[in-house]
């Protein structure tokens, strides 16, 4: 059986989204991602990370994989880390997933602004996303 991969993998500047490489499991769709070790590949973004986007689809380690980047000028669907209140200001939370903007003393990384708010932890929400800006709150 033969696999066709099409994809924007052309050198050059691409609009809004790339095909990059999974370095590790991407569990769910719609998590933060950041670059990886190895160059054109991508892992679940940590609280530390700066995140570059996130991901269209579950993918295993190796996979080809769709990143839609952040500051991209239109919404993206991200994964809350905990319940999120419509109009929070967003930050990289554990495991890729996206957290109210903390006011506690910190470094943090904004992404975006929830244009919906989240009930619980594990719920996709809609985000008008903003390039990553590393943020320390001092206490």
Not at 5 to 23: E, K, P
Not at 33 to 61: C, F, N, Q, R, S
Request: aromatic residues 2%.
């Amino acid at each position: 059986m033969q696999n066709l991969i099409f994809s924007n993998v052309a050198d050059g500047t691409h609009a809004g989204s790339c095909t990059l490489t999974a370095g590790e499991a991407l569990p769910r769709r719609h998590l933060l991602v950041a670059l990886a070790g190895e160059a054109g590949t991508v892992k679940v973004a940590g609280a530390a990370d700066l995140p570059i986007g996130t991901v269209d689809d579950e993918a295993v380690a190796g996979d080809p994989i769709a990143v839609q980047f952040l500051g991209g000028g239109r919404t993206l669907t991200m994964v809350a880390a905990e319940p999120i209140p419509q109009g929070a200001e967003l930050a990289v939370g554990a495991g890729g997933k996206v957290q109210a903007l903390a006011t506690a003393a910190g470094s943090y990384v904004q992404v975006g602004l929830a244009l919906a708010g989240a009930v619980a932890e594990g719920e996709p929400l809609e985000v008008l996303s903003r390039f990553p800006q590393k943020l320390t709150i001092a206490s």
